[in-house]
C-alpha cells in the first residue's frame, strides 16, 4: 500500500488531509462517475465526517408492525432483522441502509448506542434519522434526509443485510469504503480504493502548493499551468 497499512491509518489520513471532493474528483479521472449518493442525504451536524467499510442494509415498507395474515413468517417480528442486522456491526463499518421510501425514520438513539459499544463509524440511511439530541451528544456520525420523529416499527423492516444495495441508484458492495462530509457522501468501490486514495492524498499536497501559488499573485492560468490542479 505504501501510503497506509491498514484501515485505520488510512480512515485517519482522510479524517485529517483529505475531503469528499477531492476523492470524488480522483474517481472522475478514472472514470467512476456516479460514486456520490444525493445531495440531500445530509450529517446531523454540520462538522461530522464519516468514513469505514459499508455494512449494507436493505429495509421495504410495511404497513403494520406485525401481520396476522401473511405468507411470509419474517412480516410477523417487528423490525424484520434490524437487531441482527445493527448487532453485526464490526469496527470501522458503516450501517448503510436503503430500499424503503422516506416516509420515517430509519436511524435513532438507541441504534446509536449499540452501533458506538461496536466501534462503528457511522450511520448513512435513505430516509430520515431521530432522537437528534442523543445522537449529538453521542458524536455518533450520521447521514440521513434530515431529522423526523416518525418511527420505522409499523411502517418499515430490515429485510436482509451485508448484500449488495443500490443507494440513489449508486451500486454499493459489502466492503466498500462510505466516505461522507457536509459537502456528500461518497462511495469508492473496492477495487478502486487504493489507486482514488492515493491520488487524493497527492492531489490533496499538491492543492496546498497552488494555494500558496495564489497568495503570493500567482495567476489562477499560470497556477494550472505549472501544477494541474485547481
Not at 113 to 139: C, F, H, M, P, Q
Request: one cysteine or more; hydrophobic letters at 40%; a negative charge.
Amino acid at each position: 500500500m505504501g501510503l497506509w497499512n491498514n484501515d485505520k491509518e488510512l480512515f485517519e489520513i482522510a479524517k485529517k488531509e483529505l475531503f469528499t471532493a477531492l476523492v470524488g474528483d480522483v474517481l472522475d479521472k478514472m472514470g467512476y462517475l456516479h460514486q456520490f449518493l444525493s445531495p440531500n442525504i445530509k450529517p446531523l451536524r454540520k462538522d461530522m465526517v464519516i468514513i469505514g467499510r459499508a455494512m449494507t442494509v436493505l429495509e421495504a415498507d410495511v404497513f403494520s408492525e406485525s401481520a396476522n395474515q401473511t405468507n411470509n413468517p419474517m412480516m410477523k417480528k417487528p423490525f424484520g432483522i434490524m437487531f441482527e442486522a445493527l448487532d453485526s456491526l464490526k469496527e470501522n463499518e458503516v450501517y448503510i441502509c436503503s430500499g424503503s421510501s422516506p416516509r420515517y425514520a430509519l436511524w435513532g438513539g438507541l441504534m446509536s448506542t449499540r452501533a458506538l459499544k461496536l466501534k462503528s463509524s457511522g450511520a448513512v440511511v435513505d430516509g430520515y434519522s431521530r432522537d437528534s439530541n442523543e445522537i449529538e451528544k453521542l458524536n455518533f456520525p450520521t447521514f440521513s434526509l434530515g431529522t423526523y420523529a416518525q418511527d420505522q416499527g409499523p411502517r418499515g423492516k430490515v429485510i436482509d443485510y451485508r448484500i449488495p444495495i443500490e443507494f440513489n441508484g449508486v451500486h454499493i458492495n459489502p466492503g466498500d469504503i462510505v466516505y461522507g462530509d457536509r459537502d456528500g457522501v461518497l462511495i469508492i468501490p473496492k477495487d478502486a480504493e487504493n489507486e482514488a486514495f492515493e491520488g487524493a492524498i497527492e492531489k490533496a499536497r499538491g492543492e496546498k502548493l497552488v494555494q500558496k501559488a495564489l497568495e503570493a499573485g500567482m495567476s489562477t492560468v499560470e497556477a494550472f499551468k505549472k501544477f494541474g490542479i485547481m
